[in-house]
């Protein structure tokens, strides 16, 4: 199956990430997601096929179901609608792109973890707390947590991510922000977490970005999608051990039997991986939303 791994549009390139390619458009940005996949903030050489179009759909119908909670920086999703120099690209574009407006993004990440996975169960078995946030002794790995709570780090141009308090965090942003920023990660985490539950997926944990526009502060690059966040299915779940789930850790885990140093030149990924990767997203988006992925 073909994959998208860069775009070479007739536009300014305003930045090159990861995953998406983005260029500017008007008064906006034209993000483009791609198929590249990476992980341990290292980028690999295959792509995952129709990647791109899961985080592209998949965010656009969260931000549409958490519109009231906060305004967000989508415009189109459309194809048509991104002016005439692109329209040649319309059939690469498609299901995978978005017109969004240009916004000052904030250099921090909003996380918010309803269980205790990943880095944060690492950390709590050292100290008993998740980034400062002491937690009730006893708590298995994997194990939801007696509330959500809000985690935010730092967002690194290049390497890791570096957790904050949430005193660090009000200086970083301004206290006032700080509360708005951290009450309506919660809202978002708490609502989309019941939504995906009726669907039979357990969300763990996400991350969020936000970025000023004019006098207020919006909701920018992606949401929930299985990129930034951990799906699990909750029909196999059982606290203490690691979960199956439809998310990048099934990637990692491989990666982490392989006995890769994490450092670039990345390891080949074998079909299975790349494939099993895919069908993980493909079928977070569909069950979560209830229709067919479009790709194409």
Request: aromatic share 8%; with cysteine; hydrophobic share 40%.
């Amino acid at each position: 199956m073909d994959v998208l791994l860069e775009t070479a549009l007739p536009l300014p390139l305003h930045s090159r990430g990861k995953v998406r390619d983005t260029y500017e458009l008007g008064g906006g940005l034209l993000m483009v997601a791609t198929d590249r996949i990476s992980a341990f903030d290292v980028v690999f050489r295959e792509g995952i096929p129709e990647k791109g179009a899961v985080l592209t759909q998949l965010s656009a119908f969260w931000f549409s179901a958490m519109a009231h909670v906060i305004k967000n920086h989508v415009v189109s999703t459309q194809a048509a609608d991104f002016g005439a120099a692109v329209q040649p690209f319309g059939g690469m574009l498609r299901n995978r792109s978005m017109l969004v407006r240009k916004t000052q993004p904030l250099k921090v990440e909003c996380i918010v973890r309803g269980f205790l996975a990943g880095g944060g169960w690492k950390t709590y078995q050292k100290n008993g707390t998740v980034c400062g946030v002491p937690l009730p002794a006893g708590l298995k790995e994997c194990e939801e947590l007696p509330e959500p709570i809000f985690t935010p780090t730092t967002k690194a141009e290049s390497g890791h991510d570096v957790d904050v308090t949430r005193e660090q965090f009000a200086r970083m942003v301004g206290m006032d922000d700080a509360a708005f920023l951290e009450e309506s990660s919660l809202r978002i985490y708490e609502e989309a977490a019941r939504l995906a539950e009726r669907t039979g997926i357990i969300i763990a944990d996400t991350k969020m970005e936000f970025g000023r526009l004019g006098d207020g502060i919006i909701l920018i690059d992606e949401l929930l999608t299985p990129d930034s966040s951990r799906f699990w299915p909750a029909d196999s779940y059982e606290p203490g051990k690691p979960q199956s789930s439809f998310d990048k850790q099934f990637l990692r885990e491989y990666l982490e039997s392989t006995g890769w140093d994490k450092a670039p030149p990345p390891p080949t990924l074998p079909r299975a991986i790349v494939d099993g990767t895919g069908a993980r997203y493909v079928e977070a988006f569909e069950r979560i939303t209830g229709e067919k992925l479009k790709t194409g």
